[in-house]
C-alpha cells in the first residue's frame, strides 16, 4: 500500500554505507566487458538450437556465423535474463563484478531488489545514448554514478583489499578536534555565575 507522507527511508541505508570505497572506472570497465563476453559464451547454444528447430535457418552441416549484436530480440532477452538473475541472485556480484573486485550496492536496502536489477540494466540504453554520457557522468558524480546508477539508486564498490584498509584505517587518520575552543567553553558557560572558577580550576 502506498505511502500518503513522505518517509525518508533511504537516511539509514545511507548512513550503514557511508565511507565505502567506491569502484574505479577501469574495474567497472572490466567487469562489465567479462560479463558481456560471458552472455554470449552462455548464449551461443541457445541460439545455435533456436536456428536449426525453430527457425531452420541452419541444417547442422553448412557453416554458420553466430553474431553476438543487439539488434537481436534473442541477444537482448539473454542479456536482460543474465545480468537481471545473476545480480538478484548473487546481491551484485556477477562473476565479472568478482573477478574485477566490485559489487553493486543498492542505496535503499540491504539486497538488490529484482526491480532494481531490471531497472539497472535497462539503464544501460540511458548511459549509452548520446555517445555515452550517461557513462561519463561517473567522473562528475560525486559518488561516482552513472545513469543506469541513478535510474535504479545503486552504487558500485571497491572490495579490492588495499580499498577496504584504507576505508578501516581512515578514522585512525583524523586527528581528534577538541570540544570546543576557550571562546565557546565562555560562551557555552552563559550566565553561569561559576564558569570562571570552573575554568580557572581546570587551568
Known sequence: MARRYFHAH???RADE???????????????????????AILWSPFELFWLRYVSHEWDGKADIQ???????????????AYYVLVNYLTNGRSLGKWIART???????????????????????ASTA????????????????CAHDRLA??????????????KDEAPAEESEQPAGT????TES????????TALASKA
Not at 153 to 166: F, G, P, S, W
Not at 182 to 185: G, K, N, T, V
Open 10 to 12: 533511504e537516511t539509514t
Open 17 to 39: 554505507l557511508e565511507g565505502q570505497p567506491l569502484a574505479r572506472f577501469g574495474q567497472r570497465a572490466l567487469g562489465y566487458w567479462i560479463d558481456l563476453i560471458l552472455v
Open 66 to 80: 553466430i553474431k553476438f549484436d543487439f539488434h537481436e530480440w534473442r541477444n537482448i532477452v539473454a542479456a536482460l
Open 103 to 125: 559489487r553493486i550496492v543498492s542505496l535503499t536496502h540491504e539486497r538488490l531488489s529484482l526491480w532494481q536489477c531490471a531497472e539497472r540494466v535497462l539503464g544501460y540504453a
Open 130 to 145: 548520446e555517445g555515452g554520457i550517461g557513462f561519463i557522468q561517473y567522473f562528475f558524480s560525486p559518488n561516482r554514478m
Open 153 to 166: 539508486e545503486t552504487i558500485v564498490v571497491d572490495l579490492r583489499k588495499k580499498a577496504q584498509m584504507r
Open 182 to 185: 576557550a571562546e565557546e567553553i
Open 189 to 196: 558557560a552563559g550566565h553561569d555565575a561559576d564558569a570562571p
